[in-house]
């Protein structure tokens, strides 16, 4: 695979991902599911911008640098590049799962997002370290 088309691969896979996540949040704002008395429901969208837009702005980022030589080449270490699609994978899944569960569980909304903080913020870190490798050893 050259490197130009598993950077598109890994940046379709969040883009695609990511944007019916945020259209199922403003729905459910829209129709009233987060208006729950003592909650204030800009803590969706800090909850969104935690967990969701470092990963979308790492490859917005990655995207606007100059393309390189390189972007026409073979991918060398084929291994970093499936395990940031894969690691990706798992991390949006938990994303969709966290905001599935929501509708049906007793615990309010604010603590969901609050106790999956816990574990998002951890998966996360890995998650864009290793599409960030990605990203930087295919400039090269």
């Known amino acids: 695979m050259i490197v130009r088309t598993a950077k598109m691969s890994l940046s379709l896979l969040w883009l695609i991902a990511v944007a019916p996540l945020i259209l199922i949040l403003i729905l459910r704002q829209m129709e009233g599911f987060y208006d729950v008395p003592d909650t204030d429901p800009k803590d969706i969208w800090s909850w969104v911008s935690q967990f969701v837009l470092p990963g979308v702005t790492l490859m917005a ?80």
């Open 61 to 140: 980022g990655a995207w606007t640098v100059s393309t390189s030589p390189a972007d026409k080449g073979p991918v060398e270490n084929p291994s970093v590049f499936w395990m940031a699609i894969g690691m990706s994978a798992f991390y949006l899944v938990v994303l969709y799962l966290v905001v599935a569960l929501q509708a049906g569980t007793p615990v309010p909304w604010p603590e969901t997002f609050k106790q999956s903080a816990l574990y998002l913020g951890i998966i996360q870190g890995v998650v864009i370290g290793v599409v960030g490798k990605f990203f930087i050893e295919s400039a090269r």
